[in-house]
């Protein structure tokens, strides 16, 4: 169950940091003017980057899932 637990892990790291990249790679940075614009702009990008995490946890549940049966 270790190995299984493991493998499942490191489908949830590759799975978040590909889902959090791509959707990254999607949002365009704006013409940055002043703060406000700055602070947007991030907070787009960690909500992609939340979305991206989410996606590596239903990888690793998958995985585990899978290797149960």
């Known amino acids: ?10 489908r949830f790291l590759r799975g978040a940091v590909a889902g959090a990249f791509g959707a990254m790679a999607m ?3 704006p013409n940055i003017g002043n703060y406000g614009e700055l ?3 991030v907070s787009t990008l960690v909500i992609a980057g939340i979305v991206g995490f ?3 946890g239903l990888l690793a549940l998958d995985k585990m899932y899978r290797d149960i049966q």
């Not at 270790?2 to 490191?10: D, E, F, G, H």
């Open 39 to 41: 602070s947007t702009w």
């Open 27 to 29: 949002i365009v940075p």
């Open 54 to 56: 989410i996606t590596g």
């Open 1 to 10: 169950m270790k190995a299984s637990l493991q493998r499942a892990l490191y």
